[in-house]
């Protein structure tokens, strides 16, 4: 009992310690002094329990309570000593708020002694603003008491001349605002020139731009009407139906082309292996006078290609075809027959792309005001000076008025020139905004004019506001798509029936994947952007799950041009055809 009122003696020694960080290491040394005499009194205890034989339970628990304590007053030492490092810092905090508050307090204080100091000097201007007031109006009828006598009219003579003088300063102050007004009017207008150059020089940009647009939809649409080919500078479209030759050449001329006019055999052999065994009018004719054969632009022939006993006027034959049986050769024959035609255009090198592949401040005038009026000696009397005087005061009326009415003039001018520059700065503006409008235009049609160049070098062929590319090699359905995904693009999305047509033709006769599947769920048929199927066209018996999961669409029987799907598995190999929307 004596060793454990001791313990408890030391621990509440420790605890009572602990709040000053100084102290706690002896703390720290007496509680390891007392475990050690602890200790020591445990094996002494323990020797005596091992004699005794029935006290040891009873001084193991001792044991466990002493050790608790040790350490309870070890955790408790360890709050109070972070506590009090807390406390430091929170102290240190706390004295720099307050060195910020006092700064702060003393910045006001001057703050507030600089305001005092300000509202003060504004009194006292004021006090003299009062002051040199009542001082004027006194003058002022000093003035008008005093005007007989002869020091008063000096005294309107100096202040004549003051006037004349301050005229002459506002005169040439005037005039210089004038000049510059001027300069910048002048610079105005220079610049208002320049901008209208720009903006005429951009306007004939966009409209060459707008006409190049045209030119390359009346190059598309001619050559992806019908099966097109190009030779030298021009690009040559076979139609796909029959007409006589009249309603041949108005289809060539609506499209901006003519019927063609063959002029080299060069030209004459590359578009007879074009034909194949089709035979098609060429714009060649002896309607206007018998015998006179001229082409569609008024040229008359001078190089033919005529097959043998040719032109014979077997019954009015007025009209040229071509055929390249047994070799290439023209005909005559009757205009009102109906035959496949042959259009020409000459074109420029990026329609040969397309059709290749495949297919002042104000100034403002400060009057001073004169506030001591100078006076001169009243014993003057001298007649000479009474004559100059007189003088003096009969033409200086004049003079300022001369120069009042200068001044207004310029005034006048001054704002005539300030309108004429204002309007020149809005005219300006109104002009750089239209320069900025078209230049917008313009480089959004370059932009559209380098992407038409790029696709076409690239293999791609326009239809109806769409690139469509046909892949040489052969991949699965998912590699296919991922391949135009690539490049910007994705499997092709069939529309219309114009769309499914003019697919079928640029196919002849190849199977190619198209971007309609049923993989997320069997007999939904989706398009790659994820809009359902509504208009499908496939072949007889399709879709059919012939051969198990066929969840991926091809074109595939050419001998339909419109009905020609078919379901197939994903992981088969086909070309394929990635579909592009680019805004012409």
Same mark, same amino acid.
Request: aromatic share 10%; hydrophobic share 30%.
């Given at each position: 009992?004596?060793m ?13 310690d ?8 002896h ?6 002094a ?11 205890s ?13 001084s ?17 030492l ?8 807390r ?26 002694? =600089? &305001?005092? *100091? /300000?509202?003060i000097?504004?009194? %006292? #201007? $004021? @006090?003299r !603003?009062?002051? +040199?007031?009542t ?5 002022k ?17 100096n202040?004549l ?5 301050q005229?002459?300063? =506002? &005169?040439? *102050? /005037?005039?210089?605002?004038?000049g %510059? #007004? $001027? @300069?910048? !009017?002048?610079? +105005? ?9 720009s903006?005429?020089?951009l ?5 060459q731009?707008?006409?190049?647009r045209d030119?390359?939809?009346?190059t ?14 021009s690009?040559?479209c ?14 060539c ?5 003519d ?12 578009i ?6 089709s035979r ?5 004719s ?9 082409w ?5 022939l001078?190089t033919?290609?005529?097959?043998e ?12 075809e ?13 205009c ?16 040969m ?38 003088m ?8 300022r008025?001369?120069?009042q ?14 309108t004429?520059?204002n309007t020149l700065?809005?005219e ?12 917008i235009e313009?480089?959004q ?23 469509y590319?046909i ?53 939904e ?17 399709e ?15 050419h ?16 070309i ?9």
């Amino acid at each position: 009992m004596e060793m454990s009122e001791e313990i408890y003696a030391n621990a509440e020694g420790t605890a009572d310690d602990g709040a000053d960080y100084s102290d706690s290491e002896h703390s720290y040394e007496d509680v390891y002094a007392n475990e050690d005499n602890l200790e020591t009194q445990r094996t002494g205890s323990f020797k005596q329990s091992e004699s005794s034989g029935g006290d040891t339970a009873w001084s193991r628990c001792y044991r466990v309570t002493a050790v608790c304590v040790v350490l309870l007053c070890v955790l408790l030492l360890t709050a109070v000593t972070v506590l009090w490092i807390r406390f430091n810092n929170l102290t240190t905090e706390n004295n720099q708020l307050q060195t910020s508050y006092n700064n702060l307090t003393i910045e006001r204080d001057q703050l507030q002694t =600089s &305001y005092n *100091t /300000l509202t003060i000097q504004r009194d %006292q #201007l $004021q @006090t003299r !603003y009062n002051t +040199l007031t009542t001082e004027n109006n006194q003058l002022k009828i000093s003035y008008n008491t005093l005007t007989k006598e002869r020091g008063q009219l000096q005294t309107r003579y100096n202040t004549l001349t003051t006037e004349n003088n301050q005229l002459k300063i =506002s &005169y040439n *102050t /005037l005039t210089k605002e004038r000049g %510059q #007004l $001027q @300069t910048s !009017y002048n610079t +105005l207008t220079k610049e208002r020139g320049q901008l209208q150059i720009s903006y005429n020089t951009l306007t004939k940009e966009r409209d060459q731009l707008q006409r190049e647009r045209d030119g390359y939809r009346s190059t598309l649409d001619l050559c992806y009407k019908g099966r097109c080919f190009n030779f030298d500078s021009s690009v040559y479209c076979m139609s796909n139906e029959m007409k006589n030759w009249e309603k041949s050449r108005q289809d060539c001329r609506d499209k901006g082309a003519d019927l063609v006019i063959i002029n080299s055999k060069e030209e004459q052999e590359f578009i007879g292996k074009q034909l194949g065994s089709s035979r098609a009018w060429i714009g060649l004719s002896d309607g206007a006078v018998e015998g006179k054969w001229k082409w569609v632009d008024g040229t008359p022939l001078t190089t033919a290609f005529w097959a043998e006993r040719e032109p014979n006027n077997e019954g009015e034959e007025d009209c040229a075809e071509i055929f390249s049986l047994n070799g290439n050769f023209w005909n005559d024959q009757k205009c009102s027959n109906n035959k496949h035609w042959i259009c020409e255009r000459r074109v420029s090198q990026l329609e040969m792309f397309l059709c290749s592949s495949e297919q002042e401040d104000m100034v403002a005038v400060i009057y001073e005001i004169v506030d001591n009026v100078e006076g001169h000696d009243p014993d003057t009397q001298d007649e000479d000076a009474d004559a100059h005087c007189s003088m003096q005061r009969a033409r200086k009326p004049v003079e300022r008025d001369q120069l009042q009415t200068t001044y207004n003039t310029l005034t006048i001018e001054r704002d005539q020139l300030q309108t004429s520059y204002n309007t020149l700065t809005i005219e300006r503006d109104q002009l750089q905004t239209s320069y900025n409008t078209l230049t917008i235009e313009r480089d959004q049609l370059q932009k559209v004019r380098e992407e038409l160049q790029r696709l076409s070098k690239q293999g791609w062929i326009y239809f109806s506001c769409s690139f469509y590319y046909i892949s040489t090699e052969e991949k699965s359905w998912t590699e296919s798509r991922d391949y135009c995904r690539e490049r910007g693009a994705d499997l092709v999305i069939i529309n219309n029936k114009g769309e499914q047509e003019f697919i079928s033709k640029i196919l002849s006769r190849r199977k190619a994947w198209i971007g309609l599947n049923d993989r997320d769920r069997e007999g939904e048929w989706k398009w790659v952007d994820g809009t359902p199927l509504n208009t499908g066209f496939w072949g007889q018996s399709e879709p059919n799950r012939a051969a198990g999961e066929e969840d991926c669409v091809v074109i595939h029987d050419h001998t339909d041009p419109v009905w020609n799907w078919a379901d197939y598995p994903c992981d088969v190999q086909f070309i394929w055809i990635c579909e592009k929307t680019v805004v012409i």
